[in-house]
């Protein structure tokens, strides 16, 4: 049995009004955190330095105090037990929230949580729900290469019987993580370092955005791009570069990469005939391959298109800026690439940087 919200179908977030209120990306995660522990007090939140004065970049500040630490409490380095333990909290009736600075360690927990977690529903049949969501941090951050930035999303994917989301605008970080909090199936929460740092309107109340239903963040008819969490601002970025070579993109905001709303992707390529999917990982079997191939089963034989991936350059992550710059994606390089489909060729092109549509940068410490 799937959780209703598994299939509800939230309606696409309008565009911004002059006079919202707005909120940092970060903020907003505090904001879900605090008002869904206030309405069902069988939420509990902990994790690695969850009560740290540093409050991993805000998200937990002030919890310990509002909560108690019978509610919000720091746990061992001990990735395995402690989701181990979240598990047997979320089956004997709690909902608990684990946070983990890092996704890349999130594999010493990969038995718990995809042999029992994501499983248990269905081998109990039916009769016992595992409602925990694992906060798990992706992407670069300062310098620290290879086992502390990568983006592991699509293992998780892969696995009936758990959720991924990955938003991006603090809009979606305050209502998704409220609605997987909400969900009776484990859900993880995948957030990116340099999203932290974003700002958009976000409701003071309640609100949950339901897995299954992706955005057009900007309608266009002679590309589709597809950008995965933080990827998704730096295809924003790219669509304002292709309006200066009259190009117009159509970025598409996944939002849940599973539950996956294909269908909106799929009616956006039947009209553009081009996609490019770009991710915060590795292009081989990841989110990118599915979509695009998930696009293709659809199309085949109603429509021809042409498509590309992007995403981490296939090697370790690298340390040092200058290999940064090259190995992920860029709103330029995407520019590009999408130029390119267009036009059917490689047309050399690389937009000059504008001050305006710079990458920010990742200010640490985590």
């Known amino acids: 049995m799937s959780s209703p919200l598994a299939s509800a179908k939230a309606a696409p977030r309008p565009a911004p009004k002059m006079g919202e209120r707005t909120r940092t990306f970060v903020e907003a995660v505090r904001e879900a955190t605090e008002l869904e522990m206030a309405r069902d007090p069988n939420v509990v939140l902990f994790g690695l330095d969850v009560d740290d004065p540093k409050a991993?970049?805000?998200?937990?500040?002030?919890?310990?105090?509002?909560?108690?630490?019978?509610?919000?409490?720091?746990?061992?380095?001990?990735?395995?037990?402690?989701?181990?333990?979240?598990?047997?909290?979320?089956?004997?009736?709690?909902?608990?929230?684990?946070?983990?600075?890092?996704?890349?360690?999130?594999?010493?927990?990969?038995?718990?949580?995809?042999?029992?977690?994501?499983?248990?529903?269905?081998?109990?049949g039916g009769r016992v729900n595992v409602p925990m969501v694992v906060r798990a941090m992706i992407g670069k951050s300062w310098g620290q290469g290879a086992q502390h930035s990568q983006g592991l999303h699509s293992f998780f994917m892969h696995v009936p019987g758990i959720k991924v989301v990955a938003p991006s605008t603090p809009y979606d970080a305050k209502g998704c993580l409220a609605a997987a909090v909400r969900d009776d199936d484990p859900v993880l929460y995948v957030e990116h370092r340099l999203l932290h740092f974003q700002k958009g309107p976000v409701p003071a109340e309640a609100y949950t955005v339901a897995p299954g239903k992706a955005r057009i963040a900007v309608a266009g008819d002679d590309v589709t791009v597809v950008g995965i969490s933080y990827m998704q601002v730096e295809a924003l970025r790219a669509a304002k570069y292709l309006e200066d070579v009259g190009v117009r993109a159509e970025v598409i905001d996944p939002i849940w990469l599973n539950p996956l709303d294909i269908d909106t992707i799929t009616d956006s390529v039947r009209r553009t005939g081009r996609l490019l999917v770009v991710d915060t990982g590795w292009t081989n079997c990841g989110a990118a391959a599915e979509i695009a191939a998930q696009v293709a089963e659809r199309l085949q034989g109603v429509r021809d298109f042409r498509f590309k991936r992007m995403g981490f350059a296939p090697t370790t992550c690298p340390t040092t800026p200058g290999l940064e710059n090259l190995f992920y994606p860029n709103a330029r390089t995407i520019a590009a690439a999408a130029r390119d489909l267009v036009e059917g060729r490689a047309c050399g092109w690389l937009p000059a940087e504008r001050a305006d549509l710079q990458s920010i940068e990742f200010k640490g410490p985590f």
């Open 56 to 124: 991993i970049q805000g998200t937990t500040l002030g919890l310990p105090e509002a909560f108690g630490a019978e509610r919000v409490f720091g746990t061992p380095l001990s990735e395995d037990a402690m989701t181990g333990a979240a598990i047997g909290m979320a089956l004997a009736g709690l909902r608990p929230i684990h946070v983990h600075i890092r996704m890349d360690f999130l594999l010493l927990a990969v038995n718990q949580l995809l042999n029992v977690a994501a499983k248990s529903r269905y081998m109990y």
